[in-house]
């Protein structure tokens, strides 16, 4: 099992993006999928997460901003990036708990993908 990255870029503080992960592989189901950034000297922080039922969390500094959004039948999570701010550069993550058979789970990451934000 592979997570897929693609969307991200250079954009202007205001500007929107919208980042796509597909989990590609002998899968049975994905359950939770989620997006992280990583900031050079810093903690990898969630930004958000949504569950296979579409319930969604995100951190305090993208609400508003941001929508995680997924497509089941594709296995793929989805996250607009709107008002795009400075602060939001950053590679991000996706991340999704993976299913390859009805009795396991695994965590897997993407390589990440670089979202630079220029004021």
């Known amino acids: 099992v592979q997570l897929v990255e693609s969307g991200g870029g250079l954009v202007q503080a205001g500007g929107s993006l919208k980042l796509s992960c597909a989990a590609v592989?002998?899968?049975?189901?994905?359950?939770?999928m989620a997006w992280y950034r990583q900031v050079p000297g810093k903690e990898r922080e969630l930004v958000a997460r949504?569950?296979?039922?579409?319930?969604?969390k995100y951190a305090d500094s993208v609400k508003g901003r941001f929508t995680i959004s997924r497509d089941n039948a594709k296995n793929t999570v989805y996250l607009q990036m709107d008002l795009l701010k400075p602060d939001d550069t950053a590679v991000y993550l996706c991340?999704?708990?993976?299913?390859?058979?009805?009795?396991?789970?695994?965590?897997?990451w993407g390589q990440g993908t670089q979202v630079t934000v220029s004021s």
């Open positions: 991340y999704a708990e993976v299913q390859p058979s009805r009795n396991h789970e695994f965590e897997y």
């Open positions: 949504i569950d296979r039922g579409d319930s969604t």
């Open positions: 592989g002998y899968i049975f189901r994905v359950n939770n």
